[in-house]
């Protein structure tokens, strides 16, 4: 027997749960059985599905999130980096200019949401983040403005909005980012609270920064007149 083969026929024998498939991947893998696959072949294609049910459910295709009792829980470590990261990409987006910082925040909120992917203890904080994408995210695509490029800063590009909608998009944000703040600070158990607290401030930011705007604004408006 060829080594390649004898490898991945071991492979196919190892103890992974076969409720780990997908329906399609069973359906193919019974419907290629003895009778139309000869048994050098069905070791291989045993092996590729069970291997690729785990890599389609690490990355969550029903966008709802996958949730392990394995991970670590709770961490200093992860909270801060999480705080960190939205800190700086908040900064990112203000200054990008007012029509771009929504699509931005959209993209802000999403990217915290699959840093916590997988963490079961920060479910409530993964809720909080897609909550902001989805509905940021809505009030963007309802308001885009065609006839404006798209604005790249680092490795992502940011769409525009039509200017007489960031009235809306900022109250629309501002709203969001309230309701998520809420659901942070009831956390569920004691020992979430004193990190959803430093992750509700740190989603505050996006308020100030918005009012900030709003502020600078105003000051230019007054060097005008």
């Not at 190892?14 to 070791?43: H, K, N, V």
């Not at 389609?56 to 709770?74: I, K, N, P």
């Not at 999403?110 to 203890?121: I, P, T, V």
């Not at 590009?157 to 998009?169: D, F, K, Q, S």
Request: hydrophobic share 45%; proline share 6%.
């Amino acid at each position: 027997m060829r080594p390649a083969l004898w490898i991945v026929q071991l492979l196919a024998l190892l103890p992974i749960p076969l409720p780990a498939l997908s329906r399609e991947r069973s359906r193919l893998l019974f419907r290629l059985g003895p009778a139309r696959l000869s048994p050098c072949l069905l070791a291989p294609v045993a092996a590729l599905c069970l291997w690729a049910a785990p890599l389609s459910a690490q990355h969550g295709d029903d966008g709802r999130g996958v949730w392990d009792d394995d991970t670590e829980g709770l961490s200093e470590r992860t909270t801060s980096a999480l705080i960190r990261q939205i800190d700086r990409d908040l900064y990112a987006c203000y200054k990008l200019g007012e029509v771009y910082y929504f699509d931005c925040y959209r993209q802000t909120f999403r990217k915290a949401a699959r840093s916590l992917n997988g963490q079961r203890d920060y479910r409530p904080a993964f809720d909080a983040m897609k909550l902001c994408e989805t509905r940021v995210g809505a009030a963007v695509d309802a308001n885009l403005d065609p006839t404006q490029q798209r604005q790249r800063a680092g490795f992502a590009t940011y769409a525009a909005i039509r200017p007489e909608a960031t009235g809306l998009l900022r109250r629309t944000t501002l709203a969001v980012v309230e309701e998520a703040e809420t659901v942070l600070l009831r956390a569920p158990s004691p020992a979430q609270k004193p990190h959803f607290q430093k992750i509700a401030q740190a989603l505050n930011s996006t308020k100030v920064l918005l009012r900030a705007a709003v502020l600078d604004l105003r000051l230019w408006l007054k060097r005008q007149i």
